[in-house]
């Protein structure tokens, strides 16, 4: 009687806590199902992926410059030191030339004439000059002929 007392304490016990597990599954399954809650899932997820999508640009940002992010240790909490591409910098800060004066323009474009209608243009504008006066009244000057 003891042993049949105990073996049914045992098994009362077993489904006492498969019933809570199958509870607390019911309880998940009910919240999911809920329309409120459908739609904040959906909000923290499309907030999930414009963060992925921002730390992304940020890596890539930091990769044009020969840094890369290596975040914190999980672990232990300590941040790693970040690393120093001294080609990609001096790269980016090499000033031999102008930047218009790439190599990856196409054909068509003339640097040469670009320079020089630039500076004919300087020209024109260094030769008038708008001057607002005392009321407020923009007048154009031209200034002395070279």
Same mark, same amino acid.
Request: proline share 2%; hydrophobic share 35%; glycine share 4%.
């Given at each position: 009687?003891?042993?049949?007392?105990?073996?049914?304490?045992?098994?009362?016990?077993?489904?006492?806590?498969?019933?809570?597990?199958?509870?607390?599954?019911? $309880?998940?399954?009910?919240? /999911?199902?809920?329309?409120? !809650?459908?739609?904040?899932? +959906? &909000? =923290?997820?499309? *907030?999930?992926?414009?963060?992925?999508?921002?730390?992304?640009?940020?890596?890539?940002?930091?990769?044009?410059?020969?840094?890369?992010?290596?975040?914190?240790?999980?672990?232990?909490?300590?941040?790693?030191?970040?690393?120093?591409?001294?080609?990609?910098?001096?790269? $980016?800060?090499?000033?031999? /030339?102008?930047?218009?004066? !790439?190599?990856?323009?196409? +054909? &068509? =474009?003339?640097? *040469?004439?670009?320079?020089?209608?630039?500076?004919?243009?300087?020209?024109?504008?260094?030769?008038?000059?708008?001057?607002?006066?005392?009321?407020?009244?923009?007048?154009?000057?031209?200034?002395?002929?070279?």
């Amino acid at each position: 009687m003891e042993k049949l007392n105990q073996s049914l304490r045992l098994e009362v016990k077993e489904k006492g806590l498969s019933i809570n597990t199958l509870k607390l599954e019911n $309880e998940k399954l009910r919240l /999911a199902s809920d329309t409120n !809650n459908v739609k904040e899932v +959906s &909000e =923290i997820i499309q *907030e999930r992926d414009k963060y992925r999508m921002q730390c992304s640009e940020m890596e890539k940002f930091l990769s044009d410059y020969g840094l890369k992010w290596l975040g914190e240790d999980s672990a232990g909490g300590a941040k790693h030191q970040g690393e120093f591409n001294s080609k990609a910098i001096n790269k $980016e800060l090499d000033h031999r /030339a102008p930047a218009y004066r !790439n190599k990856n323009l196409p +054909s &068509e =474009i003339d640097t *040469e004439v670009l320079t020089r209608r630039i500076e004919e243009l300087n020209f024109i504008a260094e030769k008038e000059k708008i001057i607002t006066n005392a009321y407020g009244m923009k007048e154009f000057k031209a200034l002395d002929p070279v």
